[in-house]
């Protein structure tokens, strides 16, 4: 979906994770970046037992990009630590509207 934020004001991403295979997950690391500006946030995130879902609030402030569109682009188990059938589950995309 598409949200609306404002240059130079901070706000929060909340991005809901899931573990949706068999095996406990560990300790990993959420990811965003924020294209084209590059600007980027990380966050661990803590053991989630199978099936277990949790929401996760990383705070970003955009200093540049007002009056455009930027994508905020997450990632969590970069490293691939934990083995599954799905790997293309492990992203997800948000379009922002920031304002000048």
Known sequence: GVREGKEGEAFLIIVGIRNYVVLFLPESQL???VEPINA???VNI???EPGASTNTALPLRLDE????????????DMNEFVTEPNEDNNFGRLTVSVDD
């Not at 930027?70 to 969590?76: H, M």
């Open 31 to 33: 990811f965003c970046n």
């Open 40 to 42: 980027s946030v990380s």
């Open 46 to 48: 803590g053991n989630l």
């Open 65 to 76: 990009g007002g009056g455009s569109d930027v994508t905020i682009i997450c990632r969590i």
